[in-house]
């Protein structure tokens, strides 16, 4: 079974910086056929795409994020990170990853990590 697990959420200030992590079990992140995503939810809000890195190594970030947050995988440690600088409060939500597996054309997410930007 898949297990998608984030760490690294919390509070922090405006201004601050937050770096997030998903840990896969029950399967192996390959560059091959996998795209891997973070999404956040805001109450009230539809989920988002904040940033994903595809299987081709491209990556690509929502307008909102470019030039603050950074997304990269390792894949011999079955991780994926999202490195969050220069937080605003608009940035506070749950954050998600996702994985798309091409090969079983599955999607999987984790459970979430709140990030609060807040004074």
């Known amino acids: 079974q898949v297990h998608l697990v984030e760490s690294g959420g919390g509070l922090v200030q405006p201004g601050g910086s937050l770096g997030l992590s998903c840990a896969g079990s029950g399967i192996i992140f390959s560059i091959y056929h996998m795209d891997m995503d973070w999404h956040r939810q805001a109450p009230g809000k539809q989920r988002e795409l904040v940033a994903g890195?595809?299987?081709?190594?491209?990556?690509n970030y929502a307008d909102s994020v470019k030039g603050r947050f950074t997304i990269s995988r390792d894949n011999a440690k079955n991780t994926m990170y999202l490195q969050m600088n220069s937080l605003k409060p608009e940035d506070t939500a749950v954050y998600y990853c996702k994985v798309t597996d091409w090969r079983s054309r599955s999607d999987y997410w984790g459970q979430g990590t709140q990030v609060t930007v807040s004074s």
């Open positions: 890195i595809t299987r081709f190594g491209t990556t």
